[in-house]
């Protein structure tokens, strides 16, 4: 199994980035999906999770500027929408899979998110 997350960079405060995750080697249709990151000398935190049927949850942190919608047309993609970006979200992103969200098997390899001017 592979989670293959991309989309991570530099942007200015108040920007926006979208994230991809590719899953491969399993079969994810049945699979919540979800966002984790870590900043520096912080612990990991859930970002945002989307189950199999499309129910979502959100960390406080982030409700109402990032969204993560599923592939519909691919069970085994799934995107992080970033808006309104501030430098509190710089961390490393890591995209997740498992049976319920908040519980993940499989992790990618992380993506950085810088949000400075």
């Known amino acids: 199994v592979q989670l293959q997350a991309s989309g991570g960079g530099l942007v200015q405060p108040g920007g926006s980035l979208r994230l991809s995750c590719a899953a491969s080697?399993?079969?994810?249709?049945?699979?919540?999906m979800g966002w984790y990151r870590q900043a520096p000398g912080k612990q990991r935190e859930l970002v945002a999770g989307?189950?199999?049927?499309?129910?979502?949850?959100y960390a406080d942190s982030v409700k109402g500027r990032f969204i993560i919608p599923r592939d519909n047309a691919n069970d085994n993609t799934v995107y992080l929408q970033m808006n309104s970006l501030k430098p509190e979200d710089t961390a490393v992103y890591y995209c997740?899979?498992?049976?319920?969200?908040?519980?993940?098997?499989?992790w990618g390899q992380g993506t950085q998110v810088t949000v400075s001017s």
């Open positions: 997740t899979s498992g049976i319920i969200i908040g519980a993940p098997s499989y």
């Open positions: 989307i189950t199999n049927g499309g129910s979502t949850n």
């Open positions: 080697g399993g079969i994810f249709s049945r699979h919540a």
